[in-house]
């Protein structure tokens, strides 16, 4: 036994010796070399070229762009100077490779050979990397990068970062590059979980934008599962661009599990129970942020859904993305108003993958009042795409406050989606569907996108007299999606009416309706709205008649939201020399959100010099009218935003606008990020997009080759509608 003690003692230290040798073996690593850090206020030994990197390092995130983060330091080399349509080169002295590694940080465009950093030897690129992003939606954090370059020891290269890009994310973000002997460290992603009892409103989630979802985040109470979302999880506090939150008190006391996976432990460490919002207190102050539009606080927004008035409230559902920027995760989000100015937002009300079978996509809302359903009188009944089933009810029995979902979902199944039901209420010469129909004096219509065999693409028309039962009952084809059917009077006569179908893409058609089939009475399809407006909704159930609709505008932000909503508009019916159109214009109420006017006086416009009238902020609803005499164009100038009529096109804004006894009626609407144009009183409806804040001094028109006269010019400065 001792001889054994005494062979192992031998061979464990020969053992030790050994690794001890091998470990010696070992060159140690030696210390980094900064090649470039661009904490200097200009770029020294290297070269800037083109206008792209500007005269030196910029300090973090530049005029225009989303929040830079990930550099280190207070500089870094940014090539946004001037926005994504500016170019350049920026290209290091000549350096010796002289460690295994160069390491360094960068982010920005994703375009290969256009917005990267290269490694050139003898001239040559041997080594390119580039940015993450190259669609909307996507993050300016700058992420850990290293190349291999050991084969290249002891040779002479330059590095050339490269910006020749001029579309979406047509710059380079690059900073810290270093030799090193060390290659660095990557995030450790793992699935990683944790269980707490519910004692905050919210669960906050830091997110990092990138332009699609690569991990997932799962939400159980006692077990059952609540939330199930894909997204990107920050990997850091310093990867963090914004706080996405689910809201959980009404699950207060009970134990929740939250289940993620590809998410860093630091990063999961900051998804954490609270009673406030990271970020909170700058929701609404943001520079772009429109501040008499509805905005959500966080994510991203498309079609408005289930628009409806009930008791006394205004509901606005919407399609929400509330963990991302981009388009995703389908769900209904949930806001209210008392008078359809100022709005309160509301926890999500219906959710994906753990209510509907996949995504909750676009759908109406309505009242049974008749209790027709057998849910209560006055419930309040959506209805929606559930893209795992079909056509599919949601109902809440305590004003919009909690939905339950209908177990015997879906109620239609077809190809299609979008369904928007309203009430048909009989006349005298109409014929009722059966007894049920005949006793409630009228029944259901539900209107929805269709995919048909022989129709094609249509809307589909069904009805019913308990909202469940519904039977398919015409088409209509050529139409889309997001189709909707109201009644209106034609010239405010109430004897006399048309029925109207609206889609997505803002074309519509005029005609008759039975309750069972649309006939348009014109060929083709007329147009109001121009511009990015898409998937507009009326409100149901109005208390005072007025055909009230709100549409999606396709205006990109740069977060913590995206997208945005119109200014809610009354349609009507007119005649017009081309026959009866439909007519929009903003609400009498943004008339109450008026804190000071100007007035010019009425005076002829002699060519050249424009009318000046003196304003003093950039949220304005401005009203001029004109005689156009003999201009070629009229130029309205309001900050940050040019309007142009072209007399001899007949156009505002490249949009057909006839004169009318060769007058224009113009009525603008500017708030930060959008830009509402309206047309002679309604006729046209023209959206876009604005600058953020400016500071606004003036709004002038003026008359080009030619006279014109001013009948009228007035500027209404506008106050936000979220100051308390």
């Known amino acids: 036994m001792k001889a054994f003690t005494a062979t192992l003692c031998v061979c464990v230290l020969i053992t030790s010796v050994m690794v001890a040798q091998r470990v010696d073996a070992q060159p140690p690593a030696r210390p980094d070399l900064l090649v470039a850090d661009f904490e200097e206020a200009d770029y020294g030994a290297w070269k800037a070229e083109g206008d792209a990197f500007g005269t030196g390092p910029a300090n973090g995130t530049l005029k225009g762009q989303m929040q830079v983060s990930g550099f280190r330091g207070d500089r870094l080399a940014n090539s946004f100077h001037q926005g994504d349509r500016s170019t350049g080169t920026l290209t290091s002295p000549p350096i010796t490779i002289e460690r295994r590694y160069l390491t360094f940080?960068?982010?920005?465009?994703?375009?290969?050979?256009?917005?990267?950093?290269?490694l050139q030897i003898g001239g040559k690129t041997v080594l390119t990397a580039t940015g993450t992003n190259i669609r909307p939606g996507g993050s300016e954090a700058l992420q850990p990068a290293s190349?291999?370059?050991?084969?290249?020891?002891?040779?002479?290269?330059?590095?050339?970062?490269?910006?020749?890009?001029?579309?979406?994310?047509?710059?380079?973000?690059?900073?810290?590059?270093?030799?090193?002997?060390?290659?660095?460290?990557?995030?450790?992603?793992?699935?990683?979980?944790?269980?707490?009892?519910?004692?905050?409103?919210?669960?906050?989630?830091?997110?990092?934008?990138?332009?699609?979802?690569?991990?997932?985040i799962q939400v159980f109470v006692d077990d059952q599962e609540v939330r199930r979302y894909a997204l990107n999880i920050a990997t850091s506090a310093e990867t963090t661009d914004w706080y996405a939150f689910f809201t959980l008190d009404a699950y207060l006391g009970q134990t929740a599990r939250v289940v993620a996976n590809k998410v860093t432990e630091e990063g999961f460490a900051l998804v954490r129970p609270s009673d406030h919002i990271p970020g909170e207190d700058d929701f609404y102050h943001e520079p772009h942020r429109p501040q008499f539009h509805f905005t959500q606080k966080v994510g991203w927004n498309n079609d408005p859904n289930g628009m409806v008035y009930h008791d006394g409230t205004w509901h606005l559902f919407f399609q929400h993305n509330p963990v991302a920027l981009p388009w995703g995760n389908m769900t209904w989000g949930h806001a209210t108003s008392k008078d359809l100015l100022r709005w309160q937002q509301h926890p999500n009300k219906l959710f994906p993958k753990t209510m509907a079978q996949r995504d909750c996509f676009s759908g109406g809302a309505t009242v049974d009042k008749h209790n027709t359903a057998g849910w209560g009188k006055n419930t309040l009944v959506a209805f929606l795409t559930d893209t795992g089933a079909g056509e599919s009810i949601a109902y809440s029995q305590d004003g919009g406050k909690t939905f339950t979902w209908y177990e015997d979902n879906p109620v239609v199944e077809h190809k299609g989606r979008d369904p928007k039901v309203i009430w048909y209420a009989y006349g005298d010469a109409d014929t009722p569907l059966n007894g049920a129909a005949k006793k409630l004096g009228?029944?259901?219509?539900?209107?929805?996108?269709?995919?048909?065999?022989?129709?094609?693409?249509?809307?589909?028309?069904?009805?019913?007299?308990?909202?469940?039962?519904?039977?398919?009952?015409?088409?209509?084809?050529?139409?889309?999606?997001?189709?909707?059917?109201?009644?209106?009077?034609?010239?405010?006569?109430?004897?006399?009416?048309?029925?109207?179908?609206?889609?997505?893409?803002?074309?519509?058609?005029?005609?008759?309706?039975?309750?069972?089939?649309?006939?348009?009475?014109?060929?083709?399809?007329?147009?109001?709205?121009?511009?990015?407006?898409?998937?507009?909704?009326?409100?149901?159930?109005?208390?005072?008649?007025?055909?009230?609709?709100?549409?999606?505008?396709?205006?990109?932000?740069?977060?913590?939201?995206?997208?945005?909503?119109?200014?809610?508009?009354?349609?009507?019916?007119?005649?017009?020399?081309?026959?009866?159109?439909?007519?929009?214009?903003?609400?009498?109420?943004?008339?109450?959100?008026?804190?000071?006017?100007?007035?010019?006086?009425?005076?002829?416009?002699?060519g050249g010099q424009p009318v000046r009238l003196p304003v003093e902020s950039d949220l304005l609803d401005v009203r001029v009218s004109f005689e156009v005499g003999s201009a070629k164009t009229v130029k309205l100038e309001i900050p940050g935003r040019t309007i142009t009529y072209d007399a001899k096109a007949q156009?505002?804004?490249?949009?057909?606008?006839?004169?009318?006894?060769?007058?224009?009626?113009?009525?603008?609407?500017?708030?930060?990020?959008?830009?509402?144009?309206?047309?002679n009183d309604g006729r046209v409806f023209v959206s876009g997009s604005g600058p953020a804040k400016i500071g606004g001094t003036e709004v002038s028109i003026s008359a080009i080759g030619g006279n014109a006269k001013l009948l009228r010019l007035d500027a209404h400065e506008l106050k936000s509608i979220w100051n308390k």
């Open 105 to 118: 940080l960068i982010g920005g465009g994703g375009h290969a050979g256009k917005t990267c950093m290269n």
């Open 147 to 216: 190349w291999d370059v050991g084969e290249y020891e002891g040779q002479t290269a330059t590095i050339q970062v490269v910006d020749s890009a001029t579309g979406g994310w047509g710059h380079i973000n690059v900073d810290h590059i270093v030799q090193s002997d060390t290659k660095p460290r990557l995030p450790d992603f793992a699935a990683r979980e944790k269980t707490f009892t519910i004692d905050h409103r919210y669960l906050v989630i830091p997110i990092e934008n990138k332009p699609k979802a690569q991990g997932q």
């Open 442 to 606: 009228g029944h259901w219509v539900m209107v929805v996108y269709d995919e048909h065999p022989e129709y094609k693409r249509n809307a589909a028309f069904y009805t019913s007299t308990d909202l469940k039962d519904w039977t398919e009952q015409s088409h209509l084809p050529g139409y889309y999606e997001c189709t909707e059917l109201f009644e209106l009077p034609v010239d405010d006569q109430q004897h006399n009416t048309r029925w109207v179908v609206f889609a997505a893409d803002a074309k519509y058609a005029i005609g008759t309706f039975d309750g069972r089939v649309f006939t348009p009475e014109h060929e083709g399809k007329h147009q109001v709205h121009w511009g990015p407006y898409y998937a507009s909704q009326t409100f149901d159930n109005a208390p005072d008649g007025r055909k009230i609709q709100m549409g999606w505008l396709r205006v990109s932000s740069p977060g913590p939201y995206n997208q945005h909503f119109s200014f809610p508009h009354r349609l009507t019916l007119r005649t017009t020399e081309d026959g009866i159109r439909m007519f929009a214009q903003p609400i009498r109420e943004i008339e109450q959100l008026r804190v000071k006017s100007h007035r010019a006086k009425p005076q002829p416009m002699i």
């Open 651 to 679: 156009t505002l804004n490249d949009v057909p606008l006839k004169t009318i006894n060769g007058r224009v009626d113009i009525q603008v609407l500017a708030d930060r990020s959008l830009t509402e144009i309206i047309g």
